[in-house]
């Protein structure tokens, strides 16, 4: 007991320690990170390395135009074609599997004049699949629609915009990956989209993004 009767308060040594005892929680958990980090990053690596993926391609090697009419009791447009699809897998080791849902949109100048789907099925290593898919539609149209396909149909530049949307799945041995999705568009000029006549494409050009 000190002077004037005051009792000192003892002090304990644990209360010290209390910044220490978190800095080791957060040093353990900084370490459990890195671990599952190196991990994800080791399976990756070793992913690329065994199975050498690579991305599939996708190209229209021809269109046939079977009805492309301008109904002037409706004011409506019917459009039936049918695209010809190579989907190409170059993978040695890996399998795409396409599934069900997918769709297509064919488009002249921001308007949709038909639509389909792509078939449900297993493509498998080294392979090389043609689809020919067929899309029908029919849309309502003013005079300025008339006219600017008219003259497109005139000068034999069509610009048409293809847009494919299909669920895939990887497949490895018999393990399927998680399913994304794959977005393709596809510009094409063509020179007629007269029935009477079999249009030739002039220019393709293509883009391509992954929904995970």
């Not at 010290?16 to 005892?21: F, P, R």
């Not at 690579?54 to 009791?73: E, H, I, L, Q, T």
């Not at 038909?114 to 699949?129: D, I, R």
Request: glycine share 8%; hydrophobic share 35%; charged share 20%.
């Amino acid at each position: 007991m000190g002077k004037g009767g005051k009792r000192s308060v003892p002090r304990y040594p644990e209360d010290e320690d209390k910044g220490g005892g978190c800095c080791g929680c957060l040093c353990w958990c900084c370490c459990f990170l890195f671990l599952i980090v190196a991990a994800l990053a080791g399976t990756a690596a070793y992913f690329f390395f065994v199975y050498k993926p690579k991305a599939p391609s996708y190209s229209v090697n021809n269109m046939s135009v079977s009805r492309f009419d301008f109904s002037s009791s409706d004011l409506t447009l019917y459009v039936k074609l049918t695209a010809s699809v190579r989907a190409e897998n170059p993978n040695e080791m890996i399998g795409i599997k396409y599934g069900e849902g997918s769709h297509t949109v064919v488009s002249y100048r921001g308007t949709p004049l038909c639509s389909g789907k792509l078939p449900a099925f297993y493509q498998g290593y080294k392979n090389v699949t043609v689809m020919d898919i067929s899309m029908e539609g029919r849309h309502g149209f003013g005079s300025s629609l008339q006219q600017a396909l008219e003259e497109s149909e005139k000068l034999g530049d069509i610009p048409l915009d293809i847009f494919v949307s299909v669920p895939i799945e990887l497949r490895l041995g018999t393990v399927d990956l998680r399913e994304v999705r794959v977005n393709v568009h596809c510009a094409l000029v063509l020179d007629s989209v007269s029935p009477k006549k079999k249009p030739n494409i002039k220019t393709a050009t293509y883009q391509a993004n992954v929904e995970f």
